[in-house]
C-alpha cells in the first residue's frame, strides 16, 4: 500500500510493480488497492488527476485507464526525444 512511482520511473513500469505486489496479496479490496495505486503517482500525473474525478470499481478498469495514459506517455516521451535530437542536431 504504501508503493509509489520512482523519480523516473514509466507509468507502465510502476503499474507493472504495483500489480505484481497486488498479485501477492489474498483477498485484497480491489477498492482500496485502487485508491493506494492513484495515492503513489505524482501530484501533477494526469492519471492521477483522472483517477481524482471517476475511480475505477476494480483492478480490470483501472488497468485498461492505465494502458490508455501509458500509451499517451509513451508517445509524448517519444515526441520529446525526436525534437531533443533535432536540437543537438
Same mark, same amino acid.
Not at 36 to 53: H, T
Given at each position: 500500500?504504501?508503493?509509489?512511482?520512482? &523519480?523516473?520511473?514509466? #507509468? +507502465?513500469?510502476?503499474?507493472? =510493480?504495483y500489480?505484481?505486489?497486488? @498479485?501477492?496479496? %489474498? /483477498?485484497? @479490496?480491489?477498492?482500496?488497492?485502487?485508491?493506494?495505486?492513484? @495515492?503513489?503517482?505524482? /501530484?501533477?500525473?494526469? #492519471? =492521477?488527476?483522472?483517477?481524482?474525478? *471517476?475511480? %475505477? &470499481?476494480?483492478?480490470?478498469?483501472?488497468?485498461? +485507464?492505465i /494502458?490508455?495514459?501509458?500509451?499517451a506517455? /509513451?508517445? *509524448?516521451?517519444? *515526441?520529446?526525444?525526436i525534437?531533443?535530437? &533535432?536540437?543537438?542536431?
Amino acid at each position: 500500500m504504501a508503493l509509489k512511482i520512482s &523519480k523516473d520511473e514509466g #507509468l +507502465r513500469a510502476y503499474a507493472k =510493480r504495483y500489480y505484481e505486489v497486488f @498479485n501477492r496479496i %489474498p /483477498e485484497c @479490496n480491489q477498492e482500496v488497492a485502487v485508491v493506494s495505486f492513484k @495515492n503513489g503517482l505524482k /501530484e501533477d500525473c494526469s #492519471l =492521477r488527476k483522472s483517477l481524482a474525478k *471517476t475511480l %475505477p &470499481k476494480s483492478m480490470e478498469e483501472l488497468m485498461a +485507464r492505465i /494502458e490508455k495514459y501509458a500509451r499517451a506517455e /509513451e508517445d *509524448t516521451s517519444g *515526441t520529446k526525444e525526436i525534437k531533443q535530437e &533535432k536540437e543537438n542536431g
